[in-house]
Nanobody
Framework: QVQVVESGGGLVQPGGSLRLSCAAS????????MGWYRQAPGKQRELVAL???????NYADSVKGRFTISRDNAKNTVYLQMNSLKPEDTAVYYCNVVAAMGHNYWGQGTQVTVSS
């Protein structure tokens, strides 16, 4: 059984920062990539940032220069440092794990609210 657990969400004022963490555990043979997606009310889930096992990264244009994704391969953990947060960053943030043999795992989501 595989568990993907996010933490670090919360309420922050515009311009503030938050750091999300996601840890994957259980029977995962090999992780290829870990990433963060978000879904705002009434909108589709969208990719925020992705990092491969080789540390290649990909960011949504809307977060480039503000968000940084990093990863600890030994701990199967991924982080998302979010700076200069804007109200439009408000969403539920989901961690995604892409593993061998086509396995794709999701966390339960963590709420990020940017508001004054």
């Amino acid at each position: 059984q595989v568990q993907v657990v996010e933490s670090g969400g919360g309420l922050v004022q515009p311009g503030g920062s938050l750091r999300l963490s996601c840890a994957a555990s259980g029977s995962i043979f090999r992780i290829y990539a870990m990433g963060w997606y978000r879904q705002a009310p009434g909108k589709q889930r969208e990719l925020v940032a992705l990092i491969t096992s080789g540390s290649s990264t990909n960011y949504a244009d809307s977060v480039k220069g503000r968000f940084t994704i990093s990863r600890d391969n030994a701990k199967n953990t991924v982080y998302l440092q979010m700076n200069s947060l804007k109200p439009e960053d408000t969403a539920v943030y989901y961690c995604n794990v892409v593993a061998a043999m086509g396995h794709n795992y999701w966390g339960q989501g963590t709420q990020v609210t940017v508001s004054s």
